[in-house]
């Protein structure tokens, strides 16, 4: 087993109590179990928006079709990346706006700056990336 550090954080009592209530109710034994993982998933994060390392990753987006030409644009900005795109799942949220994730595979430097083109266009209003690394 590696050597171990280890270090003092302070944090106020509500912070603690809920971050104590959160990483009970998924199951972690203990502060130190949660904390590496934190610590972890900002690191992989991190490491996969600068590098071409291979990822699996969704991004899951609500778009608002009274916005212009939302979905064209988005149609538009797959296809050019198609390469990447796996496939695309979408589901009406009300009346004016779509629920879509999408699926893609490929380095992680073009995942992410995809993400980043489809998050900020106009008529998206709200975007969230999931990638994992793909291990060979």
């Known amino acids: ?32 179990e949660a904390i590496r993982d934190l610590i972890r998933d900002i690191l992989t994060a991190t490491r996969l928006q600068q590098g071409g390392e291979p990822v699996q990753a969704f991004l899951n987006m609500v778009c608002d079709h009274r916005v212009g030409d939302t979905a064209k644009r988005i149609r538009a900005c797959l296809r050019k990346e198609g390469e990447i795109v796996l496939g ?17 595979r490929g380095p992680s430097d073009r995942v992410h700056s995809l993400a980043n083109q489809l998050q900020a266009m106009r008529g998206v209003t ?11």
């Open 88 to 104: 695309t799942l979408v589901e009406t949220v009300d009346t004016h706006r779509d629920g879509m994730t999408i699926a893609l």
């Open 1 to 32: 087993m590696p050597p171990v550090d280890r270090f003092t954080v302070s944090l106020d009592t509500e912070l603690l109590a809920a971050f104590d209530h959160h990483i009970t109710a998924k199951g972690y034994e203990n502060r130190s």
């Open 126 to 136: 709200h975007g969230h990336l999931s990638a994992v690394p793909i291990n060979p």
